[in-house]
């Protein structure tokens, strides 16, 4: 009876791991796994802990510390995955010692450890273990066994290359913003550069490309939900850099650019798709590794922050203007638009950034500069615009 409670532990934990593998690595969607979502939150957090011992604050060590965390949890996975699968075959195989199952020389041992022996042997190639099966099923169960742990090391290879794959996008997704932002990290910045002397022919080609990459890396973190770990010390890496870049460049679009001259801007396709991609790809991340989720609804900014914001746009207007962009007539009612559309998605960037050990100073360049030195006088010396 013992035996065969032992056997059907054994085939019970390996249909868990084959269907977390399974969920993981080819089913690919967002909070469907089984066991890889509950390793990255548990290394994430033991992460953190290490993390805050080499600084109180966020600086180059404790993110040096938090670097390697997406790569431990690939690896952690891995033998997870490994350990599971090898631990179900001894279960299954610990009672068929000496009897069906027997070692190819001399006495067969029957402790557990041997029976973990022969489960992870018999998940290589067949023939390579010291133990053969002496009836038809344990026959079956070794070839299982060996199909089943060549095609987990090939889908597990394939996995591993697809997430650095997708990483690598991610992150030339990034440095493309930063650049395009004249390395600042300020929207204002960036769609300057886009329409030198009031010209947005070229750079809309731009916009299409980040509409384009931003959809791609939405996907990928849909289907990668491993890549959310992956963090580095420099915060223009970082996904709530790159989305708030995006989303007040967009903002900024929608409430600085003058109505008539620009009206084509505002209506494009291009425009539309940065918004979408980058809301869906921050709520999305919220549903699944906060533990509150996305907000309900949009936040309600208290006055201080309403009159931040109100800066914010003056000094983008003061840039806007520099650049030869004609910017709207009307700045009270532009500034009020643009606080309406920042409404829309500041909260999901406050939200998410912290939980990658982020500070908003470090994510919200523009907003961080106003805060310095005072005000929106400077804003372009303090950003290292040639005047």
Known sequence: MMGR??????????LIILLDIFLTVLYARLGTSLIAAGVGRLVWASFVKA???????????QGTVLSFCGPVILVLLVGVWA?????????IMHPELGTSIRATNGDTPTDFVTAMYAGGTSMAIVGASD??????????????????????????LTYLMQVYTALQRRNVLAMNIHFL???????????????????????????????????????????YPVLFYFRFSDPYHSVSRSTLVVLDTVSLIE????????????????????????????????????PQGAPDREAQPDQQTRDLWRARYDAALQRLRQAGIQVAADGQAGAEAYISCRMQWDHHITNLA?????????????????????GPSDFRSRLQVAE
């Open 255 to 290: 409430s600085a650019l003058d109505d008539q001259k620009y009206r084509w801007l505002k209506q494009a396709g291009a425009v539309a798709q940065l918004r979408e991609a980058s809301m869906m790809l921050v709520t999305s991340l919220e549903n699944t590794f906060l």
């Open 181 to 223: 932002s004249g390395c600042t990290g300020d929207a204002a910045e960036l769609l300057a550069r886009l329409g030198p002397e009031g010209q947005f022919s070229g750079g809309y080609t731009n916009l299409s490309e980040l509409g384009v990459e931003l959809t791609q890396a939405k996907e990928a973190h849909h289907f």
């Open 131 to 156: 133990f053969t099966p002496h009836s038809s099923i344990m026959r079956l169960l070794f070839l299982f066994n060996s199909l089943i742990g060549m095609s987990v090391m090939s889908l597990t």
């Open 5 to 14: 409670l032992e056997q059907g532990l054994g085939i019970l934990l390996i």
């Open 83 to 91: 350990l599971g699968l090898t631990l179900g075959a001894a279960l």
């Open 354 to 374: 912290p939980s990658m050990a982020y500070s908003i100073e470090e994510i919200d360049a523009a907003i961080s500069a106003l805060g310095s030195k005072g």
């Open 51 to 61: 993390s805050k011992l080499a600084g109180s604050r966020p600086g180059s060590r």
